[in-house]
């Protein structure tokens, strides 16, 4: 089925699947969603059932993070589903579904940013790491992270209220970010924006680095897990700078193989937005000892299932 895309800068032919096709592709975006969420809802419910976790500002951040990811990845899922179903959407559903994936969608490097700050004042400022990381200021960061996020996507529906007319939120159209924000020059501010906030959370990661491996030689254990986090942050960090250029790969990719437009969207979508979020459980969740141990008990996979986590420490 061809449609034209009205809502670009220039028309162009949208391509829709055959029933087949869709089927395959919104099940295994479905089962992967699925998965990944039960594994991250399974880390959020450990948390929130052991006080070890509540009162530690490592933990905090960490499922914070992991909070971002379930949203992002629920989020992404519903609207692929919903663009393949009903295929356009209302203007007014399709800005809040959007803003709402903007706002977590950069609240991810942010907490990057602050975790990898607070693993270096944990090795390079130990006496004074528990008067300056509290449970307080760990939420205060939070809600800092989210009010930054909020600011930056704020001026798009501004934009939008004063400059559309009426009809127009009550229009249906292809959910997309430029399509919705038509302006040129939110393109330009959103740019202006990534931008800012990538350079300013890699030189919070670089200079925490450093630091932490120019660390006294007398923590060297722990120098080097913690050098290996903030690394680990990077790796992460790399794979949200992704999504914003997500659209440039999928023009470039659609460039050399323009029969191939939708195969190419659905493997890019899946590759940027959807494995990523598998990096955080399996990289925090299991890799940290202590989450590892009270998280065997929620696990139906797990061989100590019944085994407290108490008593595994103490048999290890």
Request: include cysteine; charged fraction near 15%.
């Amino acid at each position: 089925m061809n449609l034209s895309n009205t809502g670009s800068s220039f028309p162009t032919a949208v391509y829709r699947d055959n029933l087949t096709t869709a089927i395959i592709k919104n099940g295994i975006t479905v089962v992967l969603c699925i998965s990944i969420n039960y594994v991250n809802s399974t880390l959020v419910y450990t948390f929130s059932k052991h006080q070890v976790f509540n009162v530690n500002p490592r933990y905090i951040l960490y499922i914070h993070l992991v909070i971002n990811d379930i949203i992002l990845l629920s989020l992404f899922t519903l609207l692929q589903v919903l663009i393949y179903i009903v295929y356009t959407l209302n203007v007014s559903l399709c800005i809040v579904l959007l803003m709402i994936s903007t706002i977590v969608s950069l609240n991810n490097p942010l907490t990057l940013a602050f975790m990898a700050v607070e693993c270096y004042i944990a090795i390079c400022y130990p006496l004074r790491h528990t008067q300056i990381c509290t449970v307080r200021k760990t939420y205060v960061v939070i809600g800092l992270i989210w009010a930054l996020s909020i600011l930056s996507i704020l001026p798009d529906l501004f934009v939008a209220l004063a400059t559309e007319s009426l009809e127009f939120f009550h229009s249906r159209v292809f959910c997309l970010r430029d399509i919705v924000f038509r302006d040129p020059k939110l393109t330009v501010k959103r740019d202006v924006t990534h931008a800012v906030f990538l350079v300013i959370v890699w030189l919070t990661l670089v200079y925490t680095y450093f630091r932490i491996l120019f660390a006294a030689k007398a923590a060297a254990t722990d120098t080097k897990k913690a050098r290996n986090t903030v690394l680990l942050h990077g790796f992460q960090l790399l794979l949200c700078m992704l999504t914003y250029v997500f659209h440039v790969i999928i023009q470039g990719l659609t460039y050399l193989l323009p029969k191939e437009g939708l195969t190419i969207r659905f493997a890019v979508s899946i590759f940027i937005q959807v494995l990523p979020r598998l990096i955080s459980p399996v990289v925090y969740g299991l890799r940290d000892k202590t989450f590892r141990n009270y998280l065997k008990r929620y696990l139906p996979c797990s061989t100590s299932a019944n085994i407290h986590p108490q008593t595994t420490l103490k048999r290890a």
